[in-house]
């Protein structure tokens, strides 16, 4: 074979796998949104469980929850049997776990159950076949697919299903997140295969390095995980002016009660998101020192006050402010969540805005 017949074929190799992997990314959509209808389902039905709603709000006097119905107990006073009112608790006293939490999306209804079990099931095969798109797309350009921001977005959604499905593997009370997170993968596939769509080329002289690999490898993982923690924060937000109106002795709307009091406790979902974003910060930092020690390779200098860096950098005082408000007395709760939310935003800034909207050195292919 000629070294021109040998480039040839090489060529059409690599635009059959391109035009495999965006049938792959069509086709995970497709599968993300029979999930999305299931976990609609699961809702649906789960709203009708009103006895497994009620039973949730119900403990014991010592906090826990019985098992065999509302805690009632029978007092002697001269002859006359008095049943007491079970003690309807509505949110966790400080350090202590005293509510407990929502029966989840099903409801404690087994059609529900059964419509979320189908949609995790779905959420597996969506997750394979993106996962699938997304190596073919590295075979077509034979690098990392993570050139443009086309394939930054789907190798992203892709991480943050995984995040999802190893939580939910390793046996953790989350999936109340699968309506939410496959809601946002949708958004994130629709923009990305619409707006920013980008054909497949080869890399800047620049990037051809193995730093590719670590600094923008763990910067996609740490942005899934962060987005996980994010979506709790919010959930803890509404969860916790749900309790707090019941504790003063307001009436919450009926959608409002159908969705909240199926979450777990504001408590719960507090610690959750705290120790998600806990546990990845340090990761962030150590992407930070990656991308400075590939900058000094590259462009002969560690720190340069480009765009990408400098938010970058905003986003990790962002996170650490939340995380030493978090662990001080004074700021736990609601003011921490809001610094969550703002670490967060910076976060998406310096992914969609600072690529979008400003110029630096990171601008290598447009969008």
Same mark, same amino acid.
């Given at each position: ?12 190799t ?11 990314? *069509? ?11 299931? *976990? ?12 497994a ?28 049997a ?47 076949v ?19 921001? *086309?394939?930054f ?15 939910l ?13 496959i ?12 707006v ?11 990037l ?6 670590i600094?923008?490898?763990?910067? =996609? ?40 009091e ?11 998101? *705290? ?9 962030w930092?150590?992407? =930070?020192?990656?991308?400075?020690i590939w ?7 560690y ?16 996170y650490a ?25 910076c976060?998406l ?19």
């Amino acid at each position: 074979m000629t070294l021109a017949a040998a480039t040839e074929l090489a060529v059409a190799t690599n635009e059959h796998l391109a035009s495999m992997s965006n049938t792959l990314i *069509y086709s995970s959509m497709a599968v993300y949104t029979l999930a999305f209808f299931a *976990y609609i389902l699961e809702w649906i039905f789960g709203s009708r469980s009103k006895v497994a709603r009620t039973a949730s709000a119900l403990t014991t006097e010592g906090g826990e929850k019985k098992a065999n119905g509302p805690a009632v107990t029978v007092k002697k006073a001269g002859g006359t049997a008095v049943l007491e009112r079970p003690k309807v608790v509505v949110r966790a006293a400080s350090g202590a776990r005293d509510v407990p939490d929502g029966p989840g999306a099903h409801g404690g209804d087994a059609q529900g159950d059964l419509f979320g079990r189908v949609a995790v099931s779905l959420t597996v095969l969506a997750f394979l076949v993106e996962l699938a798109g997304v190596v073919a797309r590295a075979a077509s350009v034979e690098r990392a697919p993570w050139g443009n921001m *086309y394939e930054f977005n789907i190798t992203f959604s892709t991480v943050a299903v995984g995040v999802y499905l190893a939580l939910l593997a390793l046996k953790k009370n989350v999936r109340w997140l699968g309506l939410f997170l496959i809601t946002t993968v949708l958004l994130d596939l629709g923009l990305a295969v619409t707006v920013l769509y980008t054909a497949s080329d080869q890399l800047v002289p620049a990037l051809h390095s193995y730093w590719l690999y670590i600094h923008v490898s763990t910067a =996609i993982f740490c942005g899934a995980v962060f987005y996980v923690g994010a979506v709790a924060t919010i959930l803890y937000l509404f969860k916790d002016s749900y309790e707090t109106k019941l504790q003063t002795g307001g009436k919450p709307g009926a959608f409002a009660t159908s969705v909240l009091e199926r979450l777990p406790a504001s408590a719960s979902l507090d610690k959750f998101a *705290y120790r998600i974003n806990a546990a990845v910060f340090p990761l962030w930092t150590f992407t =930070i020192i990656a991308g400075a020690i590939w900058a000094g390779d590259a462009w002969g200098r560690y720190w340069n006050w480009d765009p990408k860096e400098t938010w970058s950098f905003i986003t990790w005082v962002a996170y650490a402010c939340y995380l030493h408000a978090r662990a001080t007395a004074g700021w736990k709760g609601r003011k921490a969540a809001y610094l969550a939310m703002i670490a967060f935003g910076c976060w998406l800034f310096n992914y969609y805005g600072v690529n979008i909207f400003v110029t630096g050195k990171h601008s290598y292919a447009g969008v």
